[in-house]
C-alpha cells in the first residue's frame, strides 16, 4: 500500500458516474449510474478486505515522492496477518515481543490505508452532493467549467480537514518504525519514514487542495 497524500485523483477516477443524481429524466441512465456507484462501492470494500486480511508490504508502504527512491535497493519484506516478518519470502525469527510491535505497527498502517479509503469514498459522496438535480444545469454547469469548480470547492472544504487529520496520525507510525528497527535489526532498512515524509505529507495535502 503506496500512501497518497491526498484524495483527489480518485475523485477523478469518479468523476464519470457522478452525475447520476441528475439522470431522474432518463430511468436507463439512471439504472446505468446506480449500478458504477454500486461497483464502486463494492472495490472500495474489497480493498477495505484486502487490507486486513493480505501481507503488508513495508518496503512499498508510506512512500512520499521521490524522497525514498533508494529503498527499491532493498529487498521486499512483509508482516503478515498473525504477525511474522518476512523478507524476500523468508521467515524472520522473531520472539512474542516483536511480534506483538510488528502487529501493532501492521494495524497503525492498515489504520492509514482505511482512512485513505474513506477518504476516497467521502470524496465521491460529496462531489456527488454538489451536482445539480437538473439535467440542463448539469451540462450548462460542466461546459462552462462550473460543474468543475463547484465540486472541487465542496471537496475541499470538506475532505481536507480529513486528509490532514491522516497527516497527523504519522508521527506516532514513526515512533513505531523506530522502536522496531530497535528491537528488531531485520525491519531497520524498512524504517524509512522521518520528520520530513510527515511535512511533506501535510504541504502536499495542503499544496493539492490550495491549487484548486
Do not use: W
Not at 74 to 81: F, G, K, N, R, S
Not at 95 to 101: E, H, I, K, M, V
Not at 115 to 141: H, Y
Request: include cysteine; hydrophobic fraction near 45%; proline fraction near 6%.
Amino acid at each position: 500500500m503506496k500512501m497518497q497524500t491526498h484524495a483527489l485523483p480518485l475523485l477523478l477516477c469518479l468523476l464519470p458516474v457522478l452525475p447520476a443524481q441528475a439522470a431522474g429524466t432518463d430511468p436507463r441512465l439512471a439504472s446505468e449510474l446506480d449500478e458504477a456507484r454500486a461497483e464502486v462501492r463494492v472495490e472500495l470494500d474489497q480493498a477495505r478486505q484486502a487490507l486486513k486480511t493480505d501481507n503488508l508490504r513495508v518496503d512499498e508502504s508510506l512512500r512520499f515522492g521521490d524522497r525514498h527512491a533508494g529503498s527499491a535497493d532493498v529487498p521486499p519484506a512483509e508482516i503478515t496477518p498473525q504477525g511474522d516478518f518476512r523478507i524476500d519470502g523468508e521467515e524472520v525469527a522473531i520472539d512474542p515481543s516483536q511480534r506483538n510491535a510488528l502487529l501493532a505497527y501492521r494495524d497503525q498502517v492498515i489504520e492509514i490505508g482505511m482512512a485513505g479509503i474513506d477518504i476516497g469514498e467521502r470524496s465521491a459522496r460529496v462531489a456527488l452532493e454538489a451536482v445539480d438535480t437538473s439535467m440542463a444545469a448539469l451540462l450548462f454547469n460542466a461546459m462552462s467549467g462550473r460543474l468543475e469548480r463547484r465540486i472541487e470547492k465542496a471537496v475541499r472544504e470538506d475532505v481536507e480537514p480529513a486528509v490532514a487529520a491522516l497527516c497527523d496520525k504519522l508521527p506516532a507510525v514513526m515512533a513505531s518504525q523506530q522502536a522496531l528497527a530497535l528491537s528488531l535489526p531485520a525491519f531497520q532498512p524498512y524504517a524509512t519514514l522521518d520528520a520530513d515524509d510527515i511535512d511533506a505529507c501535510h504541504r502536499g495535502a495542503h499544496d493539492a487542495f490550495a491549487a484548486r
